[in-house]
């Protein structure tokens, strides 16, 4: 420990440094600052000797531990350094002020939350990340990101509010506001858990992910894709280690997306199922609960978070070269674009596990702990899945991108900034699987794990060479679905047309009744429908998008506020 | 304030090809794709081969049948592609599918 740091959250630096960006006209200096935060906090990280509580500060009876230091918060809190790290690099080319703050407030947000010793804690920073990363999808500014930005703000408010109530019941009845092991026995651990399972994006409450990602910018999307739900698996492994349910939850986690990324035609909706089909694994490993599997959830977030951000960014330089990232459109990239499709190559083989790369050694963990503790159908749909992962990241997204058939478009390679983030995180896949003693040593456990026996190594080798035959197979008499200009209905339909079809509905009929009401009893009755109709019509103030938003927002920064009274009043 | 991100669009004219692509246009000619296909089927069969002369040790046991790897994995990769035809027919719609309900997409 170093006598010039104090013992201080890397959260702190990284969020001031980001309200300062906001204020800092200047590119130069602002990227200068995006680039000497993650360094910083990594100096406070590496400042941690031994595990601790820090930073704790009393404020109107609550005692707020803003920085607590674990086996288990601090293998997220690295990993979450050095992605805002390779995040600005990667951003280095984007002058847009509003994204260059809010990407680094969001981080921030992230890296308090992990550390956060206590429910408060933890609210505040879980409602800051979802605050501050819906700009990075509206940074896109379009009328599609603005309506996305809109439905994501509103399930992270609604997962905020419920990890309030939750913890509010959860503190009233045990009389402790700390965060730690909570269960869904435990008063409110439902709530709790069902505001971790939003951000984690569970089955039926994944599709914020799929409908917000691919419309935020070329740099946001490669931010989103490394905290939040990654935040909602540490919290999961915090609070619900060894809750069976998960087990069940994570194996359809793992399996579904599988299927909807076949004919999914945006390569980077395909990430976010990919990214469902992985947090599926991460929650296995939650759920079944022991010293390995817990290894193996946060041993998979940590490289997770790098070969998912390789392949965003490697798409997102193909939409910013290409303007567009459909599968369609592309094809043949490889020779405009050679360095990003050897990166995307490398992301993409990682992410199926194969030998010497970090999927291997990660993603083995969990498979171990699940068939260890007889969860034999859950582990049966975790292979299944991982021959699902080959198919929609490992070879649907650099085929289609860079191979498949020549598009014909000629375009600049990716700026060298991207480049030199895709290299960074392409060499850290290929370090950790080859050096996986060095990931071994950050996780929670001291479990003793090998993973490069032979009966492993080709049993991986079986399954992934095997399913390629199936590609190529397949491919060559013509059975792999065409790429084809389309969307796939998913659970979004339910709010974006059923809910809307409903809402017109309720609209036409509230119409008549005030026809009716009007027709009946006059003057009386004309005045309160028009109070109706100033309210609930189309155009009435509860239904224009703008007021929504701003309510959405209010929503959340009334809470704050309604915390901060409390407690002063407390 | 602007956002580089948003002004995406082709940069090279041309049929420029990147000097570092230059050495590997041979991988798009059909024979390679059908040399690639018969050296994945040779390596299929040769890795499932070898648990006839290696045992493997598994925690569930049926995972020790032989080539049960190499089986799954083809099976399981052909379930999920050709299950796509089914699915698109039912989830598929145009992509302004939203749009015209919404001004959405």
Redesign the interface.
């Known amino acids: 420990m170093s006598d010039f740091l104090p013992l201080m959250s890397p959260a702190w630096p990284i969020i001031a440094g980001g309200l300062l960006c906001g204020l800092l006209p200047w590119y130069g200096i602002r990227k200068a600052v995006t680039l000497a935060l993650p360094l910083i906090a990594a100096a406070l990280w590496f400042n941690v000797d031994q595990p601790g509580v820090f930073g704790a500060f009393e404020a109107a009876g609550f005692t707020f531990e803003t920085f607590r230091y674990d086996g288990l918060s601090r293998i997220w809190g690295l990993i979450f350094i050095i992605a805002t790290l390779i995040n600005s690099i990667y951003g280095l080319h984007d002058r847009d002020r509003l994204q260059d703050s809010t990407a680094l407030i969001y981080a921030g947000a992230g890296l308090g939350a992990v550390f956060a010793g206590d429910l408060l804690t933890l609210f505040f920073f879980w409602e800051l990340t979802a605050i501050s990363s819906v700009f990075l999808i509206w940074a896109s500014r379009n009328p599609a990101a603005f309506r996305a930005g809109l439905r994501y703000l509103a399930i992270h408010v609604l997962s905020g509010v419920l990890l309030l109530a939750g913890s509010i019941i959860f503190a009233s009845s045990t009389g402790s506001w700390a965060f730690n092991d909570i269960g869904l026995d435990a008063p409110g651990g439902v709530l709790i858990f069902i505001a971790f399972g939003i951000k984690a994006a569970f089955p039926l409450l994944h599709n914020w992910l799929q409908d917000a990602y691919p419309k935020s910018t070329v740099v946001g999307a490669v931010v989103l894709s490394a905290f939040t739900t990654k935040l909602a698996i540490y919290a999961l492994a915090r609070g619900f280690a060894g809750t069976e349910i998960l087990i069940w939850i994570g194996a359809v986690m793992t399996a579904f997306p599988v299927f909807f990324a076949v004919i999914e035609n945006d390569l980077r909706k395909v990430l976010a199922y990919s990214l469902n089909n992985q947090l599926g694994f991460m929650v296995v490993g939650v759920g079944v609960g022991t010293e390995l599997a817990l290894n193996g959830a946060a041993a998979h977030a940590f490289v997770h978070i790098i070969y998912k951000g390789l392949l965003f960014m490697s798409m997102g330089a193909v939409l910013y070269r290409v303007g567009s990232v459909k599968a369609s459109e592309l094809g043949g990239l490889f020779k405009s674009m050679p360095y990003t499709a050897v990166f995307c190559i490398i992301g993409a083989a990682s992410i199926s596990a194969f030998p010497l790369l970090s999927g291997f050694v990660a993603k083995s963990l969990t498979l171990a702990a699940t068939a260890q503790e007889g969860h034999w159908i859950a582990w049966l749909v975790l292979v299944f899945a991982s021959a699902g992962v080959l198919e929609h990241s490992g070879i649907k997204i650099p085929y289609f991108a860079f191979f498949a058939h020549d598009s014909g478009k000629r375009v600049k390679e990716a700026p060298w900034n991207m480049l030199l983030a895709m290299g960074i995180a392409a060499f850290l896949c290929i370090f950790i699987g080859v050096f996986p003693q060095y990931l071994y040593a950050l996780l929670p456990y001291d479990y003793p794990y090998q993973p490069y026996t032979f009966d492993h190594v080709v049993g991986q080798m079986q399954l992934l060479i095997a399913a390629m035959f199936a590609f190529s197979l397949l491919m060559r008499f013509g059975l792999y679905p065409a790429e084809r200009p389309s969307i796939n209905l998913d659970t979004d339909w339910f709010y974006r047309r059923l809910g809307d079809g409903l809402f017109k509905w309720t609209g036409a009929m509230s119409g008549r009744l005030s026809a009716a009401i009007t027709n009946r009893f006059g003057r009386a009755g004309r005045t309160f429908s028009d109070r109706l109709f100033n309210l609930f019509s189309p155009a009435g103030a509860l239904s224009r998008d703008v007021p929504s938003g701003i309510m959405a927002i209010w929503t959340s920064v009334l809470l704050g506020l309604v915390m901060v009274i409390a407690y002063v009043a407390g | 304030?602007?956002?580089?991100?948003?002004t995406?669009?082709?940069?090279?004219?041309?049929?420029?090809?990147?000097p570092?692509?230059k050495p590997?246009?041979w991988?798009?000619k059909p024979v390679v794709?059908?040399w690639?296909?018969i050296l994945?089927?040779a390596?299929?069969f040769a890795?499932?081969a070898?648990?006839f002369i290696?045992e493997?040790?598994?925690?569930?046991d049926w995972?020790e049948w032989h080539?049960?790897?190499?089986?799954?994995?083809?099976g399981?990769?052909?379930?999920?592609?050709?299950?796509?035809?089914p699915?698109?027919r039912l989830?598929?719609?145009?992509?302004n599918?939203?749009e015209k309900?919404?001004?959405?997409?």
Do not use: C, N, Q
């Open positions: 304030m602007t956002d580089d991100s948003k995406p669009g082709p940069a090279a004219s041309g049929d420029e090809i990147h570092a692509a590997f246009l991988i798009e794709h059908l690639f296909l994945l089927a390596t299929s890795l499932g070898i648990d290696h493997r040790h598994e925690y569930v995972a080539g049960f790897y190499a089986w799954f994995g083809f399981g990769f052909a379930l999920a592609v050709l299950s796509g035809w699915l698109r989830i598929g719609r145009p992509e599918y939203y309900a919404a001004g959405d997409e």
